[in-house]
C-alpha cells in the first residue's frame, strides 16, 4: 500500500494548480443530493455540476449517500469528498480533481441525516443513479416491486428504510410539513425514468400505513416534479493501475480516484419543480421529451454493448476493444444497429451514432470489462433488445441480430455464472430443459411470455444455441 499523503482539503494545496477542482469545495453546500454515489456519478453528473458551479455560482454542493456498501463512505469521507477523474484518452491520459461533493453519507447509518436534507429548503434537487435493480421495480407491471422482501419491511415501518423510494417517499414525508417543491432526477438506463421513478414513489406512499397518505400524494403531484434523463459516459472500475496514475499526478494517494471515456453526454426533460444548478453552461441539452434519445442510447449503445459482451466473453475476449480488434466485432455492431435503427423516432441519425460507437467502443485505453457490462442482463435486456423485436416482428420486420443476440445471452446463462438478480431463476429455467423449451423458460423470466409464444421466434434463437457463430478474439 502506498505511504503517500491522502487527498484532503488540507492536502489540496500540494496538488498542481491545473489539477485542482474547478470551484472553491468550500464555497458549496449541499444543495444537490445525489442517492447512489458510485463511480458512475462521480464521472458524470458530479463534473457537470461543478462546471456549472464555476459558470454562475449558487452554492451548488453534492451530499453523495452510498445504499449498501460503506466502500464509498470509507473512501470519500476521509478525504472531504475531493477525488480524481481522469479521462482516459487514446494519448494518454487527463486527469483533474472534481470538488463538488461536499458530504458523504451512507442511507443506513446516516439516515436521519438524509431525511433532514431531503426535507431542508435549500436543497432543490435530488438526482439518482442506482441502476435498473436498485429501484426495486417490477419490470413486468412497471409498477412498485410490493412483493420484495426489502420494500414489505420499508412499508412495515422499519426505522430506517433500506430502499431507495423508500428512503426517497420517506424525505418527502418530512418536506411536505415545510412545503417546498423539489425535483427528482432519476439518471439510470430505464426509458421514461423520470416517469417510472414518479410512479414507483406514488404507488409506494399509496401502499404506506401513514395516515397523511392521501395529502402526501396530493403535495407530490403538486410540487415534486420528475424531468426524464438521458446520460452517456462510459465509466469502468477503477483499477490499482488508475490508482496509481492518479498518485503519480497528484502527488497524493487519492482511494476514490474513477475513470471515464473523454465523451460525456446528458440530456435532460426540462421540467423542474425548483431551482437547479445552471447544468447547461456544463454542456447539458434541456429539451421538451428525451425519449427520442433515451430510446436511441438504450437499443443502439446499451443494446450493441450487451451483445459483444456476451458474444464476446464466449469468444475469449475480455474488453471491448479486444471484440473491435477481431475481424466481426465491428461487423455485428453495424449490422445490430442497422436492424434496430428502423424502431427510432425523432429525425435522429442511426449511421452517426454508430460510427461515434466504433469510435468509442474502439478506445483500448478504455479497457472496458464485457463481464462489467454482462451483469443483470435479466433486468437489461427487456428495453434493450425485447423491445425493438416486438415493434420490429409487430411490422413484418425480420430480426436476425436480436436472434443472434438473445441466444448469445442464453447461452451465458446457460455456461457461465451469470451476475444477475435473476441467477436461481435463470438457472431454473434450464433444469431439466433444453432447445426451445429453455429458451421459453428463459423469456418467461424476462416477463416476455408473449415473446415465448413467438415459434419462429424461439425456434432461430435455438438455432443458434445450437451452432453459434465461430468467433474468436484477436488478444
Known amino acids: 500500500m502506498s505511504t503517500a499523503d491522502r487527498l484532503s482539503r488540507a492536502t489540496l494545496p500540494r496538488v498542481p494548480e491545473p489539477l485542482r477542482p474547478a470551484v472553491d469545495p468550500a464555497s458549496l453546500r449541499p444543495r444537490l443530493v445525489h442517492l447512489g454515489i458510485g463511480a458512475f456519478h462521480r464521472a458524470h453528473q458530479a463534473v457537470y455540476t461543478e462546471r456549472a458551479e464555476a459558470a454562475h455560482g449558487g452554492g451548488w454542493g453534492i451530499a453523495g449517500v452510498t445504499q449498501r456498501s460503506r466502500a464509498v463512505v470509507d473512501q470519500l469521507r476521509p478525504q472531504d469528498g475531493l477525488y480524481s477523474l481522469t479521462r482516459r484518452e487514446p494519448n494518454g491520459p487527463a486527469i483533474r480533481i472534481v470538488g463538488s461533493v461536499t458530504e458523504v453519507l451512507h442511507a443506513i447509518d446516516d439516515g436521519h441525516r438524509l431525511t433532514a436534507l431531503l426535507a431542508n429548503p435549500d436543497v432543490a434537487v435530488v438526482t439518482i443513479t442506482v441502476t435498473e435493480k436498485g429501484y426495486r421495480w417490477d419490470p413486468e407491471t412497471g409498477g412498485l416491486a410490493v412483493g420484495d422482501p426489502l420494500v414489505r419491511c420499508d412499508l412495515a415501518g422499519a426505522p430506517t428504510p433500506t430502499t431507495v423510494v423508500g428512503?426517497?417517499?420517506?424525505?418527502?414525508?418530512?418536506?411536505?410539513?415545510?412545503?417546498?417543491?423539489?425535483?427528482?432526477?432519476?439518471?439510470?438506463?430505464?426509458?421514461?425514468?423520470?416517469?417510472?421513478?414518479?410512479?414507483?414513489?406514488?404507488?409506494?406512499?399509496?401502499?404506506?400505513?401513514?395516515?397523511?397518505?392521501?395529502?402526501?400524494?396530493?403535495?407530490?403531484?403538486?410540487?415534486?416534479?420528475?424531468?426524464?434523463?438521458?446520460?452517456?459516459?462510459?465509466?469502468?472500475?477503477?483499477?490499482?493501475?488508475?490508482?496509481?496514475?492518479?498518485?503519480?499526478?497528484?502527488?497524493?494517494?487519492?482511494?476514490?480516484?474513477?475513470?471515464?471515456?473523454?465523451?460525456?453526454?446528458?440530456?435532460?426533460?426540462?421540467?423542474?419543480?425548483?431551482?437547479?444548478?445552471?447544468?447547461?453552461?456544463?454542456?447539458?441539452?434541456?429539451?421538451?421529451?428525451?425519449?427520442?434519445?433515451?430510446?436511441?442510447?438504450?437499443?443502439?449503445?446499451?443494446?450493441?454493448?450487451?451483445?459483444?459482451?456476451?458474444?464476446?466473453?464466449?469468444?475469449?475476449?475480455?474488453?471491448?476493444?479486444?471484440?473491435?480488434?477481431?475481424?466481426?466485432?465491428?461487423?455485428?455492431?453495424?449490422?445490430?444497429?442497422?436492424?434496430?435503427?428502423?424502431?427510432?423516432?425523432?429525425?435522429?441519425?442511426?449511421?452517426?451514432?454508430?460510427?461515434?460507437?466504433?469510435?468509442?467502443?474502439?478506445?483500448?485505453?478504455?479497457?472496458?470489462?464485457?463481464?462489467?457490462?454482462a451483469a443483470d442482463g435479466s433486468l437489461k435486456i427487456p428495453e434493450r433488445w425485447l423491445a425493438p423485436v416486438r415493434e420490429l416482428r409487430a411490422a413484418g420486420g425480420q430480426t436476425p441480430m436480436l436472434e443472434l443476440a438473445l441466444a448469445a445471452w442464453a447461452r451465458h446463462t446457460r455456461d457461465g455464472e451469470p451476475d444477475d438478480p435473476a441467477a436461481a431463476r435463470l438457472r431454473q429455467a434450464w433444469a431439466d430443459r433444453r432447445g426451445a423449451d429453455a429458451v421459453r423458460a428463459l423469456l418467461a423470466v424476462l416477463g416476455a411470455d408473449d415473446l415465448a409464444e413467438d415459434a419462429s421466434l424461439t425456434a432461430a434463437v435455438t438455432t443458434h444455441l445450437a451452432d453459434p457463430p465461430r468467433l474468436g478474439c484477436v488478444q
Open 167 to 373: 428512503q426517497l417517499v420517506a424525505g418527502l414525508r418530512a418536506r411536505m410539513r415545510v412545503g417546498a417543491p423539489i425535483s427528482v432526477v432519476s439518471c439510470d438506463n430505464m426509458v421514461g425514468n423520470g416517469e417510472v421513478t414518479a410512479r414507483l414513489v406514488r404507488e409506494y406512499a399509496a401502499a404506506s400505513s401513514w395516515p397523511e397518505r392521501e395529502r402526501l400524494l396530493d403535495w407530490i403531484g403538486s410540487a415534486v416534479a420528475f424531468p426524464s434523463t438521458v446520460v452517456d459516459r462510459i465509466v469502468p472500475a477503477t483499477t490499482g493501475a488508475d490508482l496509481r496514475t492518479a498518485e503519480l499526478a497528484l502527488g497524493l494517494r487519492d482511494e476514490g480516484a474513477v475513470v471515464g471515456e473523454p465523451f460525456s453526454q446528458w440530456i435532460v426533460q426540462d421540467a423542474f419543480a425548483a431551482d437547479r444548478p445552471r447544468w447547461e453552461a456544463a454542456g447539458v441539452a434541456f429539451v421538451p421529451d428525451v425519449r427520442p434519445h433515451q430510446i436511441m442510447k438504450l437499443r443502439l449503445l446499451n443494446g450493441a454493448h450487451s451483445l459483444i459482451a456476451y458474444l464476446g466473453l464466449a469468444a475469449g475476449c475480455e474488453t471491448v476493444a479486444d471484440v473491435m480488434d477481431t475481424p466481426w466485432g465491428e461487423r455485428v455492431v453495424r449490422a445490430y444497429t442497422a436492424e434496430v435503427a428502423a424502431t427510432l423516432t425523432g429525425g435522429l441519425s442511426a449511421e452517426t451514432y454508430t460510427d461515434d460507437l466504433i469510435e468509442r467502443f474502439a478506445n483500448h485505453a478504455m479497457q472496458h470489462r464485457l463481464r462489467q457490462i
